[in-house]
Structures are given as C-alpha cells and as structure tokens.
C-alpha cells in the first residue's frame, strides 16, 4: 500500500516537529554538542525522516524557545529557594587562528545549591563571550563593564539577596576587581556571612596547577634539552601530560637509548635525576588530586582530608629527597600554605559538618599542618560556627514570626482572638541556641566509610538539628573545584566547546544555560 505524500502544511509541521525534538535532545547535557557536525548521525536522520535536513541556525531559534520555556520555571523555583546559593564565575578560552592565535574568553556564570531532594545542583545562570576595552589594549584584563554583566542576572533571576560566595579559578587584578564588584552589589542588599570571610572561594585545582607548574618551571632547561632530543617533551598546558612526557623520556634515558646521541644535547646524569626527583613528587600529587578530580560532583566536606594528606606528603617529601628536589617541595608547601590560610575556615566549617570528621579531626589536621598555630585556626572555626548558628536561628525566628503575624492578620479579619507570641525569643529558647551544635559536635563520629554520603546523612537529620541542617544545606553546596576530570589538570582556562565561538550571543547563552537546567539534573 503505498503512502500517501504529505501537503506542504503538513511536511512543514513534521519538519517543525523534528526540528524541536532535535533541539531537545541537544539540550539535554548528555549530548554531545557538536552532534550535528557528525555525518553519521546526519544520515540517520536522513533514514527517519529524508525530508529533514537538520540547520544549527533553525536548531538554534528553536533552542531559544526551550531556554525561555526553561527559565520561567528556574525563576519561579529560585525565587523561592529557602537557603544561601553559591555562585562560580568560569573562563573558557578559545585560542583563535584567525585572530593570531589571540584568545577569545567567554564568561560562564553558575549557581551552586543544594535542592529540596538534597541534590547537589549547579544550573548556569548567564554564558557570554568576553571583549576587552580597546583603550587599555591587548595585555588588559579588566573587561567591557566592571561585574562583567554578573549582577544583572542575579537581579534577573531574583537571587541577588541570596547570595554567600563566589569561586573563581583566576587569582590577579581583573578577577580580583570582578570579586570586589560583586561583593559590593550584595553587601548593598544584604550582609555577608561572617563579614565576607568566607566570600571568595580559591579553587583546589588551581592551587595544585601552581605548585606543578612552578616544579616544572625549576627544570625548564632541562626540559628545552629534552624537547630538542625527543620532539615529544614540553612543558604543556595540561600538567599530568606533561609529567608523563618527562617519564617516557626517562625510561628511554634509562634504556640507554640516548647513548649515541651528541652528549652536547643530552642531559647529565644530575641533569636526569633532578627530572626523575620532579616526576617523584608530581606522581604523589598526582594520586592525592586525581581522586577528586575523577569524581563527577564533591561536596565541601571532603576537601581538608584530601589537603591535609597533601601536607604529609610533601613535609615527607622535604625530608627524604635531595637538596635540589627540597628546593623544589619547599616552594610547594609555600603555595600550599598560602592556600590553607586563605580557605581553611571554609574548609573547617565543612568538614566539621562532616559526621566522619566534625571537630575533633579539624583540630587534629590544624595541629599537624600548623603545628601550634593550628589551635588558633580551630578556634576560630568553632566561633564561626557560633555566629553562623545565631545567624540561622534568626532567619528561622524571623520566617516564624512572618507566618504568625500573617496568621493573626487573617484572625482579626475573622473576629478571632489574635494570637501573639514572641517568637524570636522562644525559638531560641526551643533550640536553647547551642543545644543542636554542642550535641552534634559531642556525639561521636561515624566510622569511616569511603562511599559515605554527606548529603543523604544530612536529609534525615533536620528533625534532630533543624538548624544545623540548614547551614549544612547551604555549606556543603559551595564549589570548591570548578573543573573535573582530564580539565582539572590545566594549569590555564579551560579550553572552550569549538561549538561556541560560532553561535550568536543568544544563542550561546540559550545553549549552556538550558543544557544545565535539564528536568534529568
């Protein structure tokens, strides 16, 4: 039986029902964004439909229409979101042929929080392309407007007053002036948390990109040598890469493979062992930081453990090599010092919210890497966790009172009698203000277990610590490591989807919002 063609309203409505369920599929995060570009997948859908061919600028314009579909439910939701969100500001980097190789930066701004279903999420809020005031010209790095447009989209999606920390990989002048803007926009519209010590987030991997990268530095020399014997040995922007870069050449060293070879344009063999010393430490770093960076999504608590193992390698590290590879370590333990100070009191808030960890293994890590000065830091984790306990407290007795005062308004209207009761003062006395964090702090701690959820233990304990639960909540949600994976080892941005650099700003900023606000995260 042979079918019957289609009118042309109809071939046009089929091909605009191809062309949204198209777009919903890429819009889902799992999808490869630059599935289109594949020719085997162009001919499958050749196969579905042979009238259907699939156009990026129509796929585009109906991408737009979910983005918008999207974010009337992501303003409704976050507008009555119940707890603190985080946000992270993320440079991606195109380096661009066309332009000299001059890179094209583009923004992503994201919220981090933790849902109802106690779900880590992270939905982006605003991706733009990044352009440089030609005044100041090529080497500049403040851009086009002082928050680089930030506020507006916190002032859009109504979150402005909601706002704890921000995390930023870049630590120099233009970030820093991005930080101090923003900053500035919130204090105006609500105080911050523990007077802004807690504000600016310093990622863990950029910390750890520094102290591999300065490692290399110290054998730079040695590594031009081995980049004229070889041809495969550079300093790469991808530090594990090149680590095991300098390892394939110490085995064909080793194997005496360069034996022949001019000695002019082979290394010494102090020359070598200084590498090998190098690779030593990177590869114990290595096993320290690639537990975290494989994972998909971590919660603050588990950062301190991780740097405290950090510490005990390298204080190892410093005693047992020689005074070359010494050198090295001490300039790691300084950059490790430099980013314990600036983080441990965010870090020590989340670990103690960690059943595992809680108090006692704050203090016994700050005595370790501090050694005397470490009570000093504990204590003061301790007194933040005080204020912020009064801070919580206050905004449950404030919601409380909201209500009631809601309520009687309602009874007065009715002729009922009013019912009028301070409440700021009895919840208070309901919680008797330290009760929940000196008994969550005094119970013992929960046996180590490697797969432990600190979410999930958190969702059923809010009957017993309502309001420690709340600072759970919003803590454990702060992003501590912006990348993961194999990006996580950049020691610069990371690199940016070449699908991007061709979309047009609406388009871009359609794209990598309505991809993270997937109804499947």
Not at 490 to 512: E, I, Q, W, Y
Request: charged letters at 25%; hydrophobic letters at 40%.
């Amino acid at each position: 039986m042979s079918r019957v063609p289609l009118s042309d309203a109809e071939a046009a409505e089929q091909e605009e029902r191809f062309q949204r369920a198209l777009a919903e599929y890429i819009a889902d995060p799992d999808t490869p964004p630059n599935l289109l570009e594949g020719v085997g997948f162009r001919r499958f859908l050749e196969v579905l439909n042979p009238r259907f061919k699939p156009n990026f600028k129509e796929v585009g314009s109906e991408f737009c229409k979910i983005y918008k579909e999207r974010k009337a439910g992501v303003k409704e939701f976050l507008g009555k979101f119940d707890g603190m969100i985080s946000l992270s500001v993320e440079i991606l980097r195109h380096e661009n042929p066309s332009n000299g190789f001059c890179p094209d930066d583009y923004l992503c701004l994201s919220a981090h929080f933790v849902d109802e279903k106690w779900k880590l999420q992270k939905w982006v809020l605003h991706s733009r392309g990044l352009m440089l005031k030609e005044d100041l010209g090529p080497s500049a790095v403040l851009y086009d407007d002082d928050d680089w447009g930030v506020f507006r989209w916190l002032e859009e999606f109504g979150i402005e007053k909601k706002i704890s920390t921000l995390a930023m990989i870049n630590d120099d002048v233009g970030y820093d002036q991005l930080v101090g803007c923003v900053k500035n926009h919130i204090q105006e519209k609500k105080g911050i948390q523990l007077n802004d010590q807690l504000f600016r987030v310093y990622c863990f991997e950029e910390m750890i990109a520094t102290m591999v990268q300065g490692a290399f530095n110290k054998i730079k020399k040695i590594v031009d040598k081995l980049s004229f014997l070889c041809g495969f040995v550079s300093i790469t922007p991808v530090w594990n890469v090149t680590n095991s870069h300098l390892k394939e050449a110490l085995e064909l060293w080793s194997a005496g493979e360069y034996s022949s070879v001019d000695t002019d344009v082979v290394p010494t063999p102090e020359e070598w062992k200084k590498v090998e010393g190098v690779c030593k430490i990177v590869d114990s770093i290595y096993e320290v930081s690639n537990a975290l960076f494989q994972a998909k999504q971590l919660t603050a608590n588990v950062y301190l453990y991780h740097l405290h193992e950090l510490h005990e390698i390298l204080t190892q590290a410093s005693v047992d090599s020689d005074s070359f590879v010494n050198t090295v370590v001490k300039g790691m333990l300084k950059a490790f010092d430099r980013y314990w100070d600036k983080m441990f009191l965010l870090l020590g808030i989340s670990a103690a919210l960690d059943p595992r960890f809680k108090m006692k293994y704050v203090e016994f890590a700050s005595s370790k890497v501090k050694g005397p000065d470490g009570s000093s830091q504990a204590a003061a984790v301790l007194g933040a966790f005080d204020k912020l306990f009064d801070e919580y407290a206050l905004r449950v007795s404030e919601k409380v009172n909201c209500t009631s005062e809601s309520s009687a308004s309602v009874s007065d209207s009715e002729g009922a009698t009013p019912r009028h009761v301070n409440h700021t003062f009895s919840v208070l006395q309901d919680y008797e203000k330290f009760t929940q964090l000196k008994g969550y702090l005094e119970e013992p701690v929960l046996p180590w277990s490697k797969d432990f959820d600190v979410l999930a233990w958190w969702s059923t304990a809010g009957t017993k610590y309502p309001i420690l639960c709340k600072i759970a909540r919003d803590f454990l949600a702060i992003p501590v490591m912006l990348a993961t994976s194999h990006q996580a080892f950049s020691t610069g941005p990371r690199p940016a989807d070449r699908n991007m650099v061709h979309m047009k700003p609406n388009t871009l900023h359609a794209f990598m919002c309505a991809r993270s606000w997937s109804p499947r995260q």
